[in-house]
Nanobody
Framework: QVQLVESGGGEVQTGGSLRLSCATSGRTANRYAMGWFRQAPGKDRDFVAAISWNGGSIEYADSVKGRFTISRDNARNTVALQMNSLKAEDTAVYYC????????????????????WGQGTQVTVSS
């Protein structure tokens, strides 16, 4: 079992930056691949970014490539999502998620493959 707690959300103007953090507790964080997903009101939960246990495999949604960066610090049991050049369409609740690293050779972009989820943090981008 692993617990995930997101932080760092808030309101920012278009073009601004935010850094989300996900703190993991419970079993050793480096046993898990980690991902970020987001859900806007009335929409499905969408993939944003994912990172393997050692950072060797990283995936981004096309909509955030070049603007967002995912990273992890296994010594501190944290995963971060640096978000730059934010747009109004980035407004959503952002969720951190995890699954056991042995399950797939490459990181998964499918929310159904993730076993553990945080409570979410709101990101609002205003013009």
């Amino acid at each position: 079992q692993v617990q995930l707690v997101e932080s760092g959300g808030g309101e920012v103007q278009t073009g601004g930056s935010l850094r989300l953090s996900c703190a993991t507790s419970g079993r050793t964080a480096n046993r898990y691949a980690m991902g970020w997903f987001r859900q806007a009101p009335g929409k499905d939960r969408d993939f944003v970014a994912a990172i393997s246990w050692n950072g060797g495999s990283i995936e981004y949604a096309d909509s955030v490539k070049g603007r967002f960066t995912i990273s992890r610090d296994n010594a501190r049991n944290t995963v971060a999502l640096q978000m730059n050049s934010l747009k109004a369409e980035d407004t959503a609740v952002y969720y951190c998620a995890a699954y056991p690293t042995w399950r797939f050779a490459l990181v998964s972009t499918t929310p159904e493959n993730y076993d553990y989820w945080g409570q979410g943090t709101q990101v609002t981008v205003s013009s």
